[in-house]
Nanobody
């Protein structure tokens, strides 16, 4: 079964940048639409960005124009470039398959804290 391990989080000032990475182990990565999700304290997990197996992308309105999702099928990785971050971007970020019925168990995620 595929597993996802997120990394790259940390403390960043408002307006700064951060790059998250997700490494996949197991089979089926290259044929799956992948996504980043996030969960802020006291809130439900929400979808942030999507990338199809052919590279098509889509973003939540809250991050459109600031975040960029990319993938490297040869390396089984998905990245999220976060620019112009805001305090409301503070959350634990997770990656997983986009289609809910195909998702792997959630990993530990990576904490992003935006604060001055």
């Amino acid at each position: 079964q595929v597993q996802f391990v997120e990394s790259g989080g940390g403390l960043v000032q408002p307006g700064g940048s951060l790059r998250l990475s997700c490494a996949a182990s197991g089979s089926g990565f290259s044929i799956s639409a992948m996504a980043w999700f996030r969960q802020a304290p006291g809130k439900q997990r929400e979808w942030v960005a999507l990338i199809t197996n052919s590279g098509g992308t889509n973003y939540a309105d809250s991050v459109k124009g600031r975040f960029t999702i990319s993938r490297d099928n040869a390396k089984n990785t998905v990245n999220l470039q976060m620019n112009s971050v805001k305090p409301e971007d503070t959350a634990v970020y997770y990656c997983n398959r986009f289609v809910s019925t195909m998702r792997a168990p959630w990993g530990q995620g990576t904490q992003v804290t935006v604060s001055s």
